[in-house]
């Protein structure tokens, strides 16, 4: 897996999306699952970037892998900010008229919704998120 450290700044989101991009080139992911993964990782990058070490300035760890004996990949988020596990967020209720919903919970739902597995554990004063994706074959 590589891995690299980047300013938890939202400006820092396309340097992020080009580091995972260049890890995952070669393999033979279908438009749709590229989709997914961009959608996914930028929603966790930008929620490390806006909450995480609140006035402070901090980095975030990027790690990605392509799992060859399970044909996907692994991408994992690591920062060392306020401990948060967004995987205890309930979940936006998407049935709801937008006007009628609570407030968060629809950009961790995505995230849910594009990957195959995402955990998280806090270890070692971080914050480690950890994202699966099964390759879907394109044509």
């Known amino acids: 897996m590589i891995e690299r450290n980047f ?8 340097a992020v999306q080009t580091f995972i991009t260049d890890q995952i080139k070669d393999s033979p992911f279908s438009k749709r699952t590229l989709f997914q993964i961009r959608v996914a990782v930028e929603e966790i990058f930008i929620n490390i970037a806006s909450y995480a070490y609140r006035s402070s300035e901090g980095e ?16 994992q988020f690591l ?12 979940d936006a209720d998407i049935t ?38 099964t390759i879907e074959r394109s044509e």
Request: proline share 5%; hydrophobic share 40%; glycine share 10%.
């Open 60 to 75: 975030a760890v990027v790690r990605c892998g392509v799992e060859h004996d399970r044909l996907g990949i692994l991408i």
């Open 96 to 133: 709801l008229p937008a006007q009628e919903r609570d407030i968060g919970g629809l950009g961790i739902l995505m995230v849910k919704k594009a990957m195959d597995n995402v955990e998280y554990r806090y270890e070692n004063g971080q914050n480690i998120l950890t994202m699966r994706k």
């Open 7 to 14: 300013p938890a700044r939202a400006d820092q989101l396309e």
């Open 79 to 90: 920062d060392r900010g306020k401990p948060f596990n967004p995987l205890l967020k309930k």
